[in-house]
Nanobody
Framework: QVQLVESGGGLVQAGGSLRLSCAASGRTDSWYTMAWFRQAPGKDRESVAAISWSANTVYGDFVKGRFTISRDNTQNTCYLQMNSLEPEDTAVYYC????????????????WGQGTQVTVSS
């Protein structure tokens, strides 16, 4: 089992930045991928970015260079740096973990955090 705890969400003005963190505990083997998803009110959960243990990354199409995913394997922590935030980025952001390479398929992820709210005001 892997437990995931997100932090770093909050309220920010459009154009601002936030850095989300996801701390993993439990069975944190070296071969798991970590990812970020988000879900806005009334919408389906969508993929944001994923990163493998060796730092291979994939991003959702909407990211357009604004977000950067990274990880610190010594701390079992994954980060999502979000810049140039827009009101459309308002959502609950979830951290997830899966065994295998990085991908953006929601169904691939076995472990999920509780989410952290990001609100971007215009």
């Amino acid at each position: 089992q892997v437990q995931l705890v997100e932090s770093g969400g909050g309220l920010v003005q459009a154009g601002g930045s936030l850095r989300l963190s996801c701390a993993a505990s439990g069975r944190t083997d070296s071969w798991y991928t970590m990812a970020w998803f988000r879900q806005a009110p009334g919408k389906d959960r969508e993929s944001v970015a994923a990163i493998s243990w060796s730092a291979n990354t994939v991003y959702g199409d909407f990211v357009k260079g604004r977000f950067t995913i990274s990880r610190d394997n010594t701390q079992n922590t994954c980060y999502l740096q979000m810049n140039s935030l827009e009101p459309e980025d308002t959502a609950v952001y979830y951290c997830a973990a899966a065994y295998g390479g990085p991908n953006l398929r929601l169904s691939s992820y076995d472990y999920w955090g509780q989410g952290t709210q990001v609100t971007v005001s215009s």
